[in-house]
């Protein structure tokens, strides 16, 4: 018997390792903003989820054609509720009390994201789920004279909607399209699949289960037919290897800070270059230097402590063009003037 007491997941190494000269765009569930924020808290070029959280691989699709397309949200794309304009291919997060405030923040960052994916040199892509749901033809509008698939329902009446599965033949031509569409105007670009270890228990144990078979489904024969596409195993970190709920938030659903660390750290230990996995742990410290908030601010000891970390700071600047003013803000405060 194992006296790990634990199924230890080991990573397939991959042909390809990421630094901090290289553009990232992710797009997907929550757990892939979540692991898009540690990239960006560690100061890597990453542009997270410009539509908000998107689950399904159409939804997913359809933005990266309209990042592709440049073709921004219009007005008669928008429609009330609540009080608020919301857009389907768009989180709630992006809605708004009027419609400009709303066309806004959505195209502002569908802009940014467009330029980013043109010149990217890594897509993540996380799904959540192989279920779709599409606007009824009589439901709000925009009108749906054909299947028009949401990313969000804006906690909209069910009765609006058809819901249906993705097949995985579905999954691996809407991807395989998308993906060439990627690689006509950034051809260098690599793509990483993940599948979000949240489980989506609103249609049972039975319908989460078929759905996450369709992702894994896809994803391998995705991985074995394109190149330059590789899977990632967020979702077996967290199920296989760590398989406790003590890695879970209180809904039992969402993997907990804990969890996401795991994967962060699995991820960085596979995908990062060496010396980015040291200008990580280096980031890591002058963080929790400069949010150290010291008994004595005036000693002569914080304030050599407060020149070390900036000399780390400035040692990063010269060999990086990684920005640490919030950092270095923060530490200077509490410099006294030599």
Same mark, same amino acid.
């Given at each position: 018997?194992?006296?790990?007491?634990?199924?230890?997941?080991?990573?397939?190494?991959?042909?390809?390792?990421?630094?901090?000269?290289?553009?990232?765009?992710?797009?997907?569930?929550?757990?892939?903003?979540?692991?898009?924020?540690?990239?960006?808290?560690?100061?890597?070029?990453?542009?997270?989820?410009?539509?908000?959280?998107?689950?399904?691989?159409?939804?997913?699709?359809?933005?990266?054609?309209?990042?592709?397309?440049?073709?921004?949200?219009?007005?008669?794309?928008?429609?009330?509720?609540?009080?608020?304009?919301?857009?389907?291919?768009?989180?709630?997060?992006?809605?708004?009390?009027?419609?400009?405030?709303?066309?806004?923040?959505?195209?502002?960052?569908?802009?940014?994201?467009?330029?980013?994916?043109?010149?990217? $040199? #890594?897509? &993540?892509? =996380?799904?959540?789920?192989? *279920?779709?749901?599409?606007?009824?033809? !009589?439901?709000?509008?925009? %009108?749906?004279?054909?299947?028009?698939?949401?990313?969000?329902?804006?906690?909209?009446?069910?009765?609006?909607?058809?819901?249906?599965?993705?097949?995985?033949?579905?999954?691996?031509?809407?991807?395989?399209?998308?993906?060439?569409?990627?690689?006509?105007?950034?051809?260098?670009?690599?793509?990483?699949?993940?599948?979000?270890?949240?489980?989506?228990?609103?249609?049972?144990?039975?319908?989460?289960?078929?759905?996450?078979?369709?992702?894994?489904?896809?994803?391998?024969?995705?991985?074995?037919?394109?190149?330059?596409?590789?899977?990632?195993?967020?979702?077996?970190?967290?199920?296989?290897?760590?398989? $406790? #709920?003590? &890695?879970? =938030?209180?809904?039992?659903? *969402?993997?907990?800070?804990?969890?996401? !660390?795991?994967?962060?750290? %699995?991820?960085?230990?596979?995908?990062?270059?060496?010396?980015?996995?040291?200008?990580?742990?280096?980031?890591?410290?002058?963080?929790?230097?400069?949010?150290?908030?010291?008994?004595?601010?005036?000693?002569?000891?914080?304030?050599?402590?407060?020149?070390?970390?900036?000399?780390?700071?400035?040692?990063?600047?010269?060999?990086?063009?990684?920005?640490?003013?919030?950092?270095?803000?923060?530490?200077?405060?509490?410099?006294?003037?030599?």
């Amino acid at each position: 018997m194992s006296s790990t007491y634990r199924s230890v997941l080991v990573l397939k190494p991959v042909p390809f390792k990421i630094t901090h000269h290289d553009r990232i765009v992710t797009l997907g569930s929550c757990f892939s903003e979540n692991i898009g924020k540690r990239f960006q808290q560690n100061k890597f070029n990453i542009t997270i989820n410009p539509f908000g959280q998107q689950y399904n691989p159409a939804s997913m699709v359809n933005g990266i054609q309209r990042l592709l397309d440049k073709k921004w949200v219009n007005a008669d794309e928008l429609f009330l509720h609540n009080e608020l304009y919301h857009s389907w291919q768009h989180h709630s997060d992006f809605s708004k009390p009027t419609i400009e405030a709303a066309l806004t923040a959505m195209n502002s960052g569908m802009q940014a994201a467009s330029n980013q994916l043109e010149q990217c $040199d #890594y897509l &993540f892509l =996380t799904f959540g789920t192989a *279920h779709v749901f599409s606007l009824k033809p !009589e439901a709000i509008t925009p %009108a749906a004279t054909e299947e028009y698939i949401v990313s969000n329902c804006h906690k909209i009446s069910g009765a609006h909607f058809n819901k249906r599965y993705l097949s995985p033949d579905e999954i691996v031509d809407l991807l395989t399209s998308a993906i060439h569409a990627i690689r006509t105007v950034n051809p260098k670009v690599k793509v990483v699949l993940t599948v979000s270890p949240v489980r989506y228990l609103a249609f049972g144990f039975e319908e989460n289960t078929l759905s996450k078979a369709h992702l894994f489904t896809a994803i391998h024969q995705l991985v074995q037919a394109l190149p330059d596409v590789y899977y990632f195993p967020a979702y077996e970190l967290v199920m296989d290897d760590l398989r $406790d #709920y003590r &890695f879970f =938030t209180e809904d039992y659903l *969402h993997p907990n800070r804990m969890a996401t !660390e795991y994967v962060w750290q %699995a991820l960085i230990q596979n995908m990062l270059a060496k010396e980015s996995i040291a200008t990580v742990d280096k980031i890591a410290a002058i963080q929790a230097a400069a949010s150290h908030k010291p008994r004595n601010p005036e000693s002569l000891a914080h304030q050599q402590f407060i020149q070390k970390t900036l000399a780390t700071i400035n040692q990063l600047k010269q060999t990086t063009a990684l920005d640490f003013k919030e950092e270095e803000t923060l530490l200077l405060r509490n410099l006294n003037p030599s």
